[in-house]
């Protein structure tokens, strides 16, 4: 017989708590930039549609990205140690209609090897195994969602350079590496951005099958692979577009207006989901009644819009 486990303190237990209590959880209102490197079109446009509940990060997760955040703050002494001006932390990146958003972890000039480049800069804290990848493969191989941050950064702030600057957690080790700016790289994941967002169907699968990265830890695979309906909000809805305009901005057909988040988020009795998020096929519409007829994968008749 295996040992039984020893109980977790109820101290801990209850700082974990109190973690996930203040912690927020929210709908991204469009693509992140730091999500963007992603190999699965598929899963940035169900982010981008709220096909899934966000996810419910728990109180140990939550006391790492405080950690993170710490981090962060010593990388900035860190550089104003050695005569860095550092500047700009949490400006805020917004392209493709401002529906791709980010923020950035600061500017600044007086980098050792060019001090009078301005350089964006990302600050990451690592564990001891990514950060010897980091070394070994430089920021472009082994971490492609930092390297489109760098990117995106650079092309929303107009800078030639960034500066990737990693600290290994284990042991303090720094890693810092000068990226330049690549505006082929950058139009090509910008253009992939708007037709994510322009489509209203959802994009092909990344794999055949969920049993392997990144599927299988991916927040959709219900709705993906199980036939599992979306959650009904604007953004599953026909009616509803993204518009190319403002900041972020959706409108809905049916009521010929522009929708708030709250709005977006609620949804409306007139929602009919778009066909692509329906697990079956569809059969007819009505117009008249505002229904659209389906065969579910399972063999069941539906009908979307029907009392």
């Known amino acids: 017989m295996a040992p ?26 469009g693509l992140s930039v730091g999500q963007l490197g992603h190999e699965c079109d598929r899963a940035l446009w169900y982010d981008f549609r709220w096909a899934s509940e966000p996810e419910q990060v728990d109180g140990r997760k939550v006391s790492i990205f405080r950690t993170g955040d710490r981090w962060e703050d010593q990388l900035v002494a860190d550089l104003e140690a050695v005569g860095v001006e550092v500047y700009g932390q949490q400006d805020r990146i917004r392209l493709v209609g401002n529906h791709v958003r980010g923020k950035i972890d600061g500017r600044g000039i007086g980098v050792p090897e060019a001090p009078k480049t301005e350089h964006l800069f990302e600050f990451k804290s690592s ?4 950060f010897r990848e980091i070394k070994r493969k430089g920021c472009r191989e082994a971490k492609p969602l ?29 890693y810092f590496e000068r990226i330049a ?4 790289f950058c139009l090509r994941v910008l253009a992939r951005a708007e037709r994510i967002i322009k489509t209203d169907e959802p994009p092909s699968r990344v794999r055949d099958k969920p049993d392997a990265p990144p599927c299988l ?10 036939n599992r309906f979306p959650r009904t909000t604007c953004r599953s809805c026909l009616h509803a577009t993204p518009e190319m305009h403002g900041d972020a901005e959706w409108s809905c057909a ?7 988040v709250d709005e977006q988020r609620a949804g409306c009795p007139a929602h ?7 697990p079956g096929a569809q059969v007819a519409v009505d117009e008249e ?16 819009g029907g009392e």
């Open 4 to 29: 039984l486990p020893r109980p977790r303190a109820h101290t801990v237990l209850s700082i974990y708590r109190a973690y996930e209590q203040a912690n927020r959880t929210f709908d991204g209102l």
């Open 289 to 304: 009644a505002e229904t659209v007829s389906y065969t579910l994968f399972d063999g069941r008749s539906w009908v979307d």
């Open 181 to 184: 700016y690549d505006a082929e």
């Open 127 to 130: 564990n001891a195994k990514g």
């Open 254 to 260: 049916r009521w010929s207006k522009p929708l708030s």
């Open 217 to 226: 830890w991916c927040k959709h695979k219900a709705v993906c692979f199980e």
């Open 146 to 174: 930092h390297y489109v941050q760098c990117q995106l950064g650079m092309h929303a702030f107009g800078l030639t350079r960034a500066g990737y600057l990693v600290v290994n957690k284990d042991d303090d080790e720094r």
């Open 272 to 278: 009919l989901f778009l066909p692509g998020m329906v």
